[in-house]
């Protein structure tokens, strides 16, 4: 008599509950039957069983927060890119793009698409404004104008660290503009040893003028207009 009573209680609850009930709601559901007996099989296997489906609920629960979580930073991270490349910094956006391709986020594929056009967009944009610089650093260099074909070549390179030739070209106007200033500092020197300052001074401001603000022939330049009382 009890077995059947508590056999219906069981059926009963199995109708009720579904599949999905958890373990509270199944063990309120089964009370009946477990003050005839808590520990009947039929009462311990539906309990379990819904522990266990209720663990497996919590376990996919977390595995989609886990999920969402990863592929929300690889949205923020192709939100990271595009803002580097927005700022106009497109060597540093290219490699940041790559970046991203090769992290493993879920549900990216839209984004990694997108992330592949971006990149063939802005290497050709990099591309074509590192040439203009070039080719004007070239042609300014032609010209001897060796510190503006210096700051352009600068500019290309600071768009393209990675391009060793600019740099190459760069260095070498530098050479050149460093031999023209060695060339009036040494005038000056002389100059000023005669007596001849007012000429000396001329020499300097030119040097000030004409040359890099970083490079040592204006820092001597500069002493030496300092030591006369000239700022510049």
């Known amino acids: 008599m009890i077995e059947q009573q508590i056999s219906g209680y069981v059926e009963a609850c199995k109708v009720k509950l579904g599949p999905e009930a ?3 709601e199944t063990r309120q559901c089964l009370a009946p039957a477990m003050e005839l007996n808590p520990e009947h099989s039929l009462v311990m296997e539906m309990i379990h069983t819904a522990q266990m489906h209720e663990e497996e609920r919590k376990f996919m629960a977390e595995q989609k927060r886990a999920t969402d979580a990863k592929a929300a930073r690889g949205a923020a991270h192709y939100q990271k890119a595009m803002s580097i490349y927005k700022k106009g910094q497109l060597a540093k956006a ?8 090769k992290t493993p986020y879920p549900r990216s594929e839209s984004l990694k698409d997108q992330a592949n056009r971006q990149i063939a967009s802005i290497t050709k944009e990099l591309k074509s404004k590192v040439d203009f610089l070039y080719d004007q650093c070239k042609a300014l260099g032609g010209k001897n104008r060796y510190k503006e074909a210096y700051l352009s070549c600068d500019k290309a390179a600071n768009e393209d660290p990675g391009n060793s030739e600019v740099k190459e070209f760069r260095d070498r106007m530098h050479s050149e503009l460093r031999r023209e200033m060695k060339a009036i500092y040494e005038d ?5 040893s005669l007596g001849n300052v007012d000429t000396a001074k001329e020499k300097w401001k030119k040097i000030m003028q004409e040359n890099l603000d970083f490079d040592d022939y204006t820092k001597k330049a500069r002493s030496k207009l300092q030591k006369y009382g000239v700022d510049f």
């Open 22 to 24: 958890g373990v509270d």
């Open 94 to 101: 290219i490699a940041e793009f790559e970046k991203f391709l």
């Open 188 to 192: 000056s020197v002389l100059e000023e």
